[in-house]
């Protein structure tokens, strides 16, 4: 779980960020003071707590370039909460779906009880990740934590999964994009879930239903630190 606080008052990112680790010790929680700040980071947040009166770009103007960039990356959309002493703001804070909005010096009491709406809700989205394919003629939807890894094996692509083996067609290419920061292509054949990996060494990747994948010698560096990044921003381990 990745939560993002950006607001000028260090006080404020103090206080939502002391609730946060109340509530959910295990997130990961990234400050920033500026619109400009967030929009720089490579990162995607689950949650984002969002002050809309800042210098230089403003909380809606941040806001908005965040919807653009997640519609245009087909990204999942971040959880929107805005923190604002700015009552007359809202109508268009929910313009950007916004998932709240708080006035400044937000109550404890009802941050508590926001922040774990939007916990729940992150959650069950992350829960309910999937990607469509098309197998023996018939729409499928895969969840992603479902799968072990997908192979690329005469111009289709096979996924592995917790309840079977599907083909379909597809270019790893266009997965690997589509899946990046979930998925590692280990192999030029092989596209592991990174949630499902036991174990690895310098030349191969084990899942957690026993299969040995290839990992080429060239990329195991990538590979350590991609696996890390992934840890480190709250995705389940299993080594």
């Known amino acids: 779980m990745k939560i993002a606080i950006c607001d000028d008052s260090e006080e404020i990112r103090l206080e939502i960020a002391e609730l946060i680790k109340e ?7 990234y400050h920033f003071s500026s619109g400009e700040g967030i929009l720089g980071s490579p990162n995607e947040y689950d949650i984002i707590f969002l002050d809309i ?4 770009l403003s909380g809606l103007e941040t806001a908005g370039l965040l919807r653009e960039r997640q519609e ?3 990204g999942k959309k971040s959880i929107i909460i805005f923190v604002t002493a700015f009552k007359e703001h809202m109508p268009e804070a929910f313009d ?3 998932f709240h909005y708080l006035v ?5 009491e009802k941050l508590a009880r926001i922040l774990e709406r939007a916990l729940k809700e992150a959650n069950f989205a992350e829960s309910t990740e999937c990607i469509v394919i098309k197998s023996f003629g018939k729409q499928r939807k895969l969840f992603l934590h479902d799968i072990y890894y997908i192979e690329s094996s005469n111009k289709k692509t096979v996924y592995h999964t917790k309840n079977g083996i599907y083909e379909a067609y597809g270019k790893m290419e266009e997965l690997e994009a ?3 920061g979930r998925f590692y292509r280990c192999h030029r054949c092989f596209l592991v879930n990174l949630e499902n990996v036991s174990s690895y060494g310098y030349d191969e990747i084990r899942t957690v239903n026993g299969e040995r994948l290839i990992l080429a010698k060239k990329k195991y560096p990538d590979f350590v630190k991609a696996y890390l990044r992934y840890a480190k921003g709250g995705g389940i381990v299993n080594v």
């Open 23 to 29: 509530q959910c010790p295990e997130a990961a929680v």
């Open 72 to 74: 245009k990356s087909g």
């Open 96 to 98: 950007v779906n916004a």
């Open 53 to 56: 009166a800042m210098g230089g």
């Open 104 to 108: 400044k010096p937000p109550d404890r």
């Open 178 to 180: 589509k899946l990046s």
